[in-house]
């Protein structure tokens, strides 16, 4: 009992403990405050693919018909006053690359882009698991679930982009967003906004 009463005096020596309890019920807590995460800008994607290689959580998929585009013209290749981009014109070299974006300028994939129809609605993407939330949420009753899928009709939507905002799966793209899509995917469920695709990208300035 001896060890046990030494023990006791301890803790409560000076009255270090009893400080402590009422410090901790009364002090207010320090919370580090975050700031709203932004998805990364896709508008001038060349698809040059670095981003594809750094990426750790494999989120960035790019136009599929980017090797047969890239072998065509070799602008970028011309263009690049660093000697940057090598001869297959689909490879960016990090280290020489200056981000001046030149090869933007003169790049292919974007005028393709421009030419990709925008959509009058929303698009609803293979992510969805029809749970209907978006329903619920269309103002102008634009979003109803037939044949077993989420349909928006285009006569009714008015594009607040309510529904895309609320999709708790990302599963819903703004008819710009879509275009940007056919390009350059980010998957924002796989996303873990290390950024390190924003660092590596040659566009960004």
């Not at 309890?21 to 693919?49: A, D, Q």
């Not at 750790?56 to 980017?66: D, E, L, V, Y």
């Not at 585009?69 to 001869?87: T, Y």
Request: hydrophobic share 35%; proline share 6%; aromatic share 8%.
């Amino acid at each position: 009992m001896a060890k046990d009463g030494e023990v006791f005096n301890l803790i409560f020596e000076r009255g270090n403990f009893l400080k402590n309890v009422i410090l901790s019920l009364f002090k207010p807590l320090k919370t580090e405050i975050f700031k709203e995460t932004i998805p990364p800008k896709l508008n001038n994607c060349i698809c040059c693919g670095l981003c594809v290689e750094v990426c750790p959580t494999n989120a960035i998929s790019i136009f599929k018909f980017r090797d047969i585009i890239c072998e065509s013209c070799g602008l970028c290749v011309e263009i690049c006053q660093n000697s940057a981009i090598k001869k297959d014109r689909f490879y960016v070299d990090p280290q020489k690359c200056t981000k001046c974006g030149y090869c933007v300028m003169f790049c292919t994939i974007p005028l393709i882009k421009n030419e990709i129809p925008v959509k009058k609605v929303p698009e609803v993407t293979l992510e969805c698991n029809n749970c209907g939330l978006c329903i619920y949420q269309c103002l102008e009753k634009a979003i109803q679930f037939k044949n077993g899928e989420i349909v928006i009709n285009p006569k009714i939507c008015k594009i607040c982009l309510k529904c895309v905002e609320f999709c708790p799966l990302n599963a819903l793209l703004s008819p710009n967003d879509s275009v940007k899509s056919k390009i350059i995917n980010v998957d924002l469920n796989s996303c873990i906004f290390c950024k390190d695709c924003e660092e590596i990208c040659p566009i960004k300035k």
